[in-house]
């Protein structure tokens, strides 16, 4: 029986949801894996768990970058929203928090505490960092790799366990490349996570979404900028409630088996697939960023040698590891097994998994929106409706009540059950932009 005593750090907990029965020569294997962390409860002796600085939470270091471009100036509205959105992030940080605010034109700015450094908030930082934002005023380009990079500059300052970014802006990165940019995130994938927000109807969808997915973070579409110290102020809470940073799902398969894919599947569709690092032989780690108290579910599809009836084999072990300064990994203790079983019994073969079934809709859901909304934008109006109907059907099917309202703003819905729709002809901007960027929100098996 495991001793369980009082502790800051999260419990993390993992349960894989399979069906590993085979036909003859079936190869593929799928499974669901459930990873659960519970922060600041009772954790066992046996889990291993990272140790905190003294005052008995994680220390955190969080970067504030606010579109400073001259067109946060239309409405006039924008900016002032900005402002108040970033004074009411600031003072939900916790006490000891290290932080600076940014503003972003086609250049970085400091714009506090300022002189490449981070301030530790209290009451007195708070209101410094708040009389500070009263001088943000719109003017210039958006480049939004050199705001990046900068906050990766004042992050790195800090000895701390979680650094996380906050990015807002109002339109397009168009006073750098898009190479740029991509070099910006690689250099800062990794190294902080970044919860993106656009504002306003003028920017693009997947730049913002990129820039979210690279850095491991959440994005969201504020269409009034009336809602954004809402917004800023969840954002903040939720970063304020990581507990463990940098964790990888590692994932170990034998001789002969190759994985075809790791994705997160819930809350949203992120595909890690190619951000694999090696990780001693037949193992790989897959990165997923910064935890508090929450659950996320990963779909593993992996493909095995084929073996006769009868034969059994591990297809895959998966755990929970955080890199540590010195090299090495420290194991969170949770750990999941992916079966292969072989049989001749049809019916346990051609079973799909609940799960398992589930999220491959989700995720078909998630391509379907954006498919149909390219085709849309390119006039291929048939196209369109095709894939937005299948998207409406698997809405239906799974239950995804939100972004079945979402798409019933950009198609009228003739019958659900079976995805017959019809484009709507006039559409609202801000109606399309909030169906593209939250596509890849799921919801998880109904019980």
């Given at each position: ?172 990165n168009e006073h750098e490349s898009p ?201 291929d109006f048939d196209g369109a409706t ?62």
């Amino acid at each position: 029986m495991a001793i369980f005593a009082k502790s800051n750090v999260p419990q993390f907990s993992m349960d894989v949801y399979q069906n590993e029965y085979l036909p003859e020569g079936g190869r593929e294997v799928n499974a669901i894996v459930t990873v659960t962390a519970t922060g600041g409860g009772t954790v066992g002796s046996a889990i291993a768990a990272p140790v905190y600085p003294a005052g008995g939470r994680p220390s955190a270091a969080v970067a504030i970058m606010v579109d400073c471009s001259g067109s946060m100036d239309y409405p006039p509205t924008k900016m002032r929203n900005a402002r108040d959105a970033t004074a009411a992030a600031v003072d939900t940080l916790r006490d000891g928090t290290h932080f600076a605010v940014i503003g972003g034109t086609h250049v970085a700015q400091e714009v506090y505490p300022g002189g490449g450094r981070l301030a530790v908030a209290d009451a007195a930082t708070r209101e410094q960092a708040k009389r500070a934002l009263r001088r943000l005023s719109a003017g210039g380009g958006t480049a939004i790799g050199t705001w990046l990079r900068l906050a990766d500059r004042l992050l790195s300052s800090a000895d701390v366990t979680i650094r996380h970014g906050i990015l807002l802006t109002d339109g397009r990165n168009e006073h750098e490349s898009p190479e740029d940019l991509r070099a910006a995130l690689d250099a800062c994938a990794g190294r902080f996570t970044c919860d993106a927000r656009g504002v306003g109807t003028d920017w693009e969808v997947k730049e913002v979404t990129g820039i979210a997915s690279a850095l491991l973070g959440t994005v969201d579409i504020v269409a009034d900028p009336a809602g954004l110290a809402a917004d800023f102020t969840r954002m903040m809470e939720t970063a304020m409630g990581k507990e463990v940073a940098d964790v990888a799902l590692r994932v170990w398969t034998p001789v002969g088996t190759t994985i075809r894919y790791v994705k997160q599947v819930a809350p949203t569709v992120a595909d890690l697939t190619g951000r694999r690092t090696e990780a001693g032989p037949r193992a790989g780690d897959y990165p997923t960023g910064s935890w508090g108290d929450e659950s996320r579910d990963y779909h593993l599809c992996v493909e095995v040698p084929a073996a006769g009836l009868g034969q059994e084999m591990l297809a895959a072990r998966v755990s929970l590891v955080v890199p540590q300064p010195d090299g090495s990994v420290q194991n969170l203790g949770a750990q999941g097994l992916v079966r292969a079983v072989w049989t001749d019994d049809m019916a346990a073969s051609t079973s799909i998994n609940p799960q398992v079934a589930h999220y491959t809709g989700q995720a078909e859901l998630a391509q379907a929106i954006q498919q149909g909304l390219d085709l849309r934008k390119a006039g291929d109006f048939d196209g369109a409706t095709a894939k937005l109907g299948r998207a409406v059907q698997l809405a239906n099917v799974s239950g995804n009540a939100d972004t079945a309202k979402l798409l019933a703003k950009v198609v009228d819905v003739v019958d659900a059950a079976t995805g017959t729709v019809r484009l709507k002809t006039r559409v609202a901007e801000a109606d399309e932009m909030t169906l593209e960027t939250r596509s890849t929100k799921t919801v998880r098996v109904k019980k």
